[in-house]
């Protein structure tokens, strides 16, 4: 019987402590569809490029050559109208020259001609261990300690 006044009372007391006052609402707003749609065409560019009034006419070329790196590089291009030739040459890291002749002619695309100069050379393996690291003696420290205070009685 105890038990059913303790679950009544407690039952009692849980309804006495209920505010009153209505609980807050934290709904979103409702959408609004009336938002205007946005636009992804890009904008007509304001400028008109003047058309070429003669066919391309160029010439270039360049080279590099660094005994230092080892780097040994270069090219030249003509073009005349829709004819073009040109070359480039590198040096490879295996020793030799590789050299590129190639002619665009029109429509014929690009028809090239590869050549190397030179035998390739390989380094001689070594499957020696790599030595040891030596890090010598540990440093001094580099700054000094404070003395201690003294000792108080």
Known sequence: MTLKVVLVSALVAATLARPDTPRPSYNAPAPSYNAPVPSYNAPAPSYSAPAPEAPPKYDYNYAVKDEYSG?????????????????????????????????????????????????????????????????GPAPAPSYKPAPAPPAYQ
């Open 71 to 135: 780097n040994d590089f270069g090219a030249q291009e003509a073009r005349d109208g829709y004819d073009t030739q040109g070359s480039y040459y590198v040096q490879l890291p295996d020793g030799r020259l590789q050299k590129v002749t190639y002619t665009v002619n029109g429509d014929s695309g690009f028809v090239a001609d590869v050549i190397y100069e030179g035998e390739a050379q390989y380094p001689q393996e070594s499957y020696a261990p790599a030595p040891k690291p030596s890090y």
